[in-house]
């Protein structure tokens, strides 16, 4: 449609329709068979706003979408297509590694391929926008939602955040195309204590230098949307937050897209304390420039008043209909309200083994080998006997809580990939012990309220128990499968104890009393305390929650088929007691390396070492690398000029791998303090067996900037360090001085 019969359109519109549009409605509203009376007299809301509302949220399939477009449709007297959002995080029906994992690639590209696919299937299945990618910086691994980050570095979590808004968007052509919502603006990710949904405070310097950016680079890649976040910001909610919405979004940012706020989040502001009521609500977001207001009454019941009585001017609506509008446009809507719904091309799209194949590449890069004794990987595929026992052994749960479409019906589990690469009668199987002792604190979500899952009973226990140190017993080498309930972690599912489950730790300590030498795989949403099973088992492999392909991806590594690759993108703590932990932060006045007080007056703890068990950037392969030789092309650069760091990596192993190649920077003196180290760069390199390659960063005035004493965002003179390296800890060093 032109712009100008966009503008007519607009014009034509009540404002009760006006208002509607601004509205978000749950798929239940229009099921087949309850029109909408039950949930519409439980919000509170009339008829006509169901009839009339501008989105609907998480419903999608073919047949389903277009059933509701067009009953929709037929009853509207405007004719404006619903749109069709829905939380499409990490894979639509193919399901790719939890963002944690797949940020643990490295691998920009390989990630933006994946949310190409992702918003492919989502086309044929009726989706027209995904609240995704979620970028929010995480530190403290208490948080649940840490599964749903990329980690702990801004530089690293903007460049995902372009690759998935890339992936995700394309041109927007229906078919291949959806646009993306970045979420949750902002800083949802710094919840003091890691408690869900609790209280953000930091400077502004902090939110601007270090939360932000990640945000700002999916608007600079074109994202049409963006998601307010449930916390305060400045003490203030962020959706009713002006001068975030207005101020930073809007006007410094040029973000002219939608804005829509996360569930609830407007009402949700009177429990918050600073609106009395859902009016006084509502008059914030809207004046704050939020545009949709997602399942709540307030600005379907408070806005015709608001602008009756004078409060508000008509105008903020209309400017809020008109981003609505020009999305529905962009998206080819008024052209046909289907897109690409297509129950043929979900038959040919979802699950296809294009996808599968890609979610299996994304799934073997994720894996993060965090030890590995004496090469005790890869097992052999001849010649030995191996005992799979643990929870997920044989398990489907590999996809994670936020899968909300995926299912574990196409989940290739441990033991079925063992099997298509082993002899048989060399594996044994056992599932051991139980996932928990206890699944009634987890609350109820999405797919797993369905689950029904319930604890071993004693006999069940003790003959699982039995089965596994039978198999054990017989077998030379033991692949232990453990991990957090799929529900310990994602939305609410805050820990203050992050630890593998009491039941599964006991199972843990039985099994390695029994001398075999044990590979340890683990499935978390989150860096868990590894502390003391680190020790014990021979290696261990970090798995998040591989996806649909899971299994396939962990059967190639443990065999050798891909050489693991994998690096942290999250410290993981020595104990829950560090959290938040994390490899950039300020020096102190007293630094325990460099203090120049001693014993007890420094930065530390009296019961742990500062330094995380396995750090930011960590991971092993099954080569080894050497880096050696780092030279700066000069003493020093000034503004114009760019300075070369080079390395020289050498693979020292046996076999071919990838090697991450990481360059980190410490600004020594600014006019504010400067964190100890922050990752500038990286490099993704093949290495063939003996090879060296000589690696080059290129170091201009822009890696220098930040947010000086005076706001101003630029480079100051003075000397700095250069590191190039395996992880934030292994690294050479070297120095520059800015001029
Ligand atoms: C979550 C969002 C999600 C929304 C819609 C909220 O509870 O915080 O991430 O997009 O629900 O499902």
Redesign the pocket.
């Known amino acids: 449609m032109k712009e100008s019969q966009l503008k007519e359109l607009l014009e034509s519109l009540t404002l009760e329709e006006k208002i509607c549009q601004l509205v978000q409605l749950s798929g239940d509203f229009y099921a087949a068979d309850a029109m909408a009376v039950g949930p519409q007299q439980k919000l509170g809301i009339s008829e006509k706003v169901v009839d009339n509302a501008g989105s609907i949220?998480?419903v999608l399939g073919a047949d389903k979408i277009r059933r509701i477009q067009s009953e929709y449709l037929e009853k509207s007297r405007h004719k404006i297509p619903l749109l069709f959002?829905?939380?499409i995080?990490y894979g639509y029906r193919t399901i790719y590694p939890i963002p944690l994992g797949l940020g643990a690639t490295w691998n920009p590209e390989l990630v933006k391929e994946c949310s190409r696919l992702t918003a492919k299937e989502a086309c044929a299945a009726g989706a027209h926008v995904t609240?995704?990618p979620?970028v929010d910086l995480v530190r403290d691994a208490r948080w649940g939602?840490c599964m749903?980050s990329t980690g702990e570095d801004t530089y690293l979590n903007c460049q995902f955040a372009k690759a998935m808004v890339e992936g995700l968007q394309g041109e927007l052509k229906p078919g291949e195309g959806i646009a993306s919502?970045v979420?949750?603006f902002a800083a949802?990710g710094g919840a003091e204590a890691g408690r869900e949904y609790n209280t953000v405070d930091m400077s502004e310097r902090r939110l601007r230098e270090e939360y932000l950016p990640s945000y700002r680079a999916a608007v600079d890649a074109g994202c049409e949307m963006v998601?307010t976040?449930?916390n305060t910001v400045d003490e203030i909610p962020a959706t009713g937050n002006r001068w975030l919405m207005d101020q930073v979004l809007r006007k410094e940012w040029g973000f002219d897209g939608v804005i829509i706020t996360?569930?609830?989040a407007i009402q949700e502001m009177t429990a918050h304390g600073v609106a009395a009521d859902d009016r006084e609500a509502a008059r914030l977001a809207i004046e704050a420039g939020v545009d949709i207001d997602?399942?709540t009454p307030c600005y379907a019941n408070q806005l015709k008043p608001l602008i009756e009585d004078g409060e508000i001017s008509e105008e903020l609506v209309d400017k809020a209909v008109w981003r609505i509008l020009k999305l529905k446009n962009k998206l080819g809507l008024f052209e046909d309200p289907y897109r690409a719904a297509s129950a043929e091309r979900e038959k040919e799209l979802l699950v296809c083994d294009r996808h599968r194949a890609q979610a299996r590449k994304a799934a073997g890069e994720a894996l993060v080998l965090l030890k590995n004794e004496n090469h005790i990987l890869p097992l052999k595929k001849k010649g030995q006997k191996i005992a799979l026992v643990g929870p997920y052994s044989d398990s489907s749960n590999l996809i994670g809580l936020?899968a909300?479409h995926g299912k574990t019906e196409d989940v290739v589990t441990i033991k079925a990939a063992m099997e298509e690469v082993l002899e048989p009668g060399t594996l044994s199987c056992a599932q051991g012990c139980g996932m928990l002792e206890d699944y009634a604190f987890l609350g109820g979500f999405a797919r797993a309220e369905k689950s029904g899952e319930k604890p071993l009973s004693k006999e069940q226990a003790e003959a699982e128990l039995a089965k596994a140190l039978e198999a054990v017993r017989n077998a030379d080498v033991v692949v232990m499968t453990l991990g957090e309930h799929m529900m310990q972690s994602g939305?609410g599912g805050s820990r203050t104890d992050i630890r593998l489950p009491e039941i599964q730790r006991r199972f843990f300590d039985r099994i390695t009393a029994e001398g075999k030498p044990v590979v340890l795989i683990v499935f978390n949403g989150r860096p868990l305390v590894l502390t003391e099973e680190s020790q014990k088992a021979a290696a261990v492999l970090e798995a998040w929650y591989p996806g649909t392909e899971g299994g396939h991806a962990i059967a190639d590594v443990l065999f050798g088929e891909v050489n693991p690759s994998g690096r942290l993108t999250m410290s993981f703590p020595r104990t829950v007691g560090q959290a938040p932990l994390y490899y950039n932060g300020f020096n102190t006045g007293r630094p325990v390396k460099t203090s120049i007080h001693s014993g007890r007056f420094m930065s530390k703890y009296l019961d742990c070492p500062n330094d995380p068990l396995y750090s930011f950037g960590y991971g092993l392969s099954y080569h080894e690398t050497a880096y050696s030789d780092l030279t700066v092309s000069a003493a020093s650069f000034t503004s114009g000029e760019k300075l070369t760091v080079s390395v020289n990596v050498k693979n020292t192993g046996v076999v071919a791998g990838l090697e991450t190649v990481q360059l980190y920077l410490r600004d020594l003196v600014g006019s504010v303090v400067r964190p100890v180290k922050e990752l500038k760069g990286f490099q993704k390199i093949w290495l063939e067996a003996g090879e060296k390659k000589t690696v080059s960063f290129t170091i201009g005035e822009e890696l220098l900037k930040f947010h000086t004493k005076d706001m101003s965002f630029c480079a100051e003179p003075g000397k700095f360090q250069v590191f190039v390296g395996k992880n934030a800890e292994d690294v050479l060093e070297g120095e520059f001085e800015f001029q």
């Open positions: 949220l998480n959002m829905s939380d995080i609240f995704a979620m939602r749903e919502c979420k949750h949802y998601m976040s449930f996360d569930y609830a997602m399942k936020w909300v939305e």
